[in-house]
Nanobody
Framework: QVQLVESGGGLVQAGASLRLSCAAS????????MGWFRQAPGKEREFVVA????????YYSDSVKGRFTISRDNAKSTVYLEMNSLKPEDTAVYSC??????????????????WGKGTLVTVSS
């Protein structure tokens, strides 16, 4: 089992930056592919970004490409999501996701093995 705990959410103004963290425990972190999803009020959960554990390759959704950056620190068993130039439409609960396999493309929610509970990001206009 893997436990994922997100932190770093909050209320920011449009154009601001925010960094989310997701701390993992329970399994060798370095062999987990990690990602982030988000769910806005009244909308379905959507893929944001993922990073392959084996080669560090990243996959971004078009809506965040160029603004968001995923990174990981295997020594700290933590994955980060750096969010820049935030927009009101980025408002959502952001959830960390872990997969025990190598990724060959963007992550689907049905392929996620472990989920965090999420952290709320609110971007005001």
């Amino acid at each position: 089992q893997v436990q994922l705990v997100e932190s770093g959410g909050g209320l920011v103004q449009a154009g601001a930056s925010l960094r989310l963290s997701c701390a993992a425990s329970g399994q060798t972190f370095s062999r987990l592919s990690m990602g982030w999803f988000r769910q806005a009020p009244g909308k379905e959960r959507e893929f944001v970004v993922a990073m392959n554990w084996s080669n560090g390759r990243t996959y971004y959704s078009d809506s965040v490409k160029g603004r968001f950056t995923i990174s990981r620190d295997n020594a700290k068993s933590t994955v980060y999501l750096e969010m820049n130039s935030l927009k009101p439409e980025d408002t959502a609960v952001y959830s960390c996701a872990a997969v025990r396999t190598v990724l060959i493309g963007p992550l689907s929610a049905s392929g996620v093995d472990y989920w965090g509970k999420g952290t709320l990001v609110t971007v005001s206009s």
